[in-house]
T-cell receptor, first 115, second 112 residues
Framework: NAGVTQTPKFQVLKTGQSMTLQCAQDMNHEYMSWYRQDPGMGLRLIHY???????DQGEVPNGYNVSRSTTEDFPLRLLSAAPSQTSVYFC??????????????FGSGTRLTVV | GEDVEQSLFLSVREGDSSVINCTYT??????LYWYKQEPGAGLQLLTYIFSNMDMKQDQRLTVLLNKKDKHLSLRIADTQTGDSAIYFCAGAYSGGYQKVTFGTGTKLQVIP
């Protein structure tokens, strides 16, 4: 049981480049979310999904797109990378069964640097 | 929405108890969580508590919830060097259980 798998683990981008951060879970979880972690700011919610085909914006969605075509996968796309997007990105999932959130399972993160 | 606040740093001696505190703003917060993050790793769920509970105990961990003061605490008994990490308080409010808001984290340093 792999849990939540994020790829790549590290990435360096040039300003203006685009890329997709991959996230996959094998626990049949309905809820999935993307967070970014910056020093002194905790984790901030970028986008989230409550099921396949359903996504919504979080606290800091600008510059990012998501889609959820399957229950397992929830990729995060950076449209045109900016230095302000240098951060550690975490994907998380939880079952949401019965409308109850017993807590997210997190991936190990992607460390992104935009130069 | 929800704001969650924590102190930034706590230092304790090995074998002592650690108490990490958290305050939250949304009185409708239904689920509250404690996560642990070790260097270079993702967040690990330690425990959760529902708003209809006052206390939850799990081995060395005790969570206390004061709904009146919107205060949550995590007590770690017999703190070990392996407990050194950043601890995050988080909450989900009744309007959106999937939207979990995190505090800025408390760095726990355990002195041998």
């Amino acid at each position: 049981n792999a849990g939540v798998t994020q790829t790549p683990k590290f990435q360096v981008l040039k300003t203006g480049q685009s890329m997709t951060l991959q996230c996959a879970q094998d626990m049949n979880h309905e809820y999935m979310s993307w967070y970014r972690q910056d020093p002194g700011m905790g984790l901030r919610l970028i986008h989230y999904s409550v099921g396949a085909g359903i996504t919504d914006q979080g606290e800091v969605p600008n510059g990012y797109n998501v889609s959820r075509s399957t229950t397992e996968d929830f990729p995060l796309r950076l449209l045109s990378a900016a230095p302000s997007q240098t951060s550690v990105y975490f994907c998380a999932s939880t079952s949401g069964q019965g409308g109850i959130n017993y807590g997210y399972t997190f991936g190990s993160g992607t460390r992104l640097t935009v130069v | 929405g929800e704001d969650v606040e924590q102190s930034l740093f706590l230092s304790v001696r090995e074998g002592d108890s650690s108490v990490i505190n958290c305050t939250y703003t949304d009185s409708s917060s239904t689920y509250l969580y404690w996560y642990k993050q070790e260097p270079g790793a993702g967040l690990q769920l330690l425990t959760y508590i529902f708003s209809n509970m006052d206390m939850k105990q799990d081995q060395r961990l005790t969570v206390l919830l004061n709904k009146k003061d919107k205060h949550l605490s995590l007590r770690i008994a017999d703190t070990q060097t392996g407990d050194s990490a950043i601890y995050f308080c988080a909450g989900a409010y009744s309007g959106g259980y999937q939207k979990v808001t995190f505090g800025t984290g408390t760095k726990l340093q355990v002195i041998p």
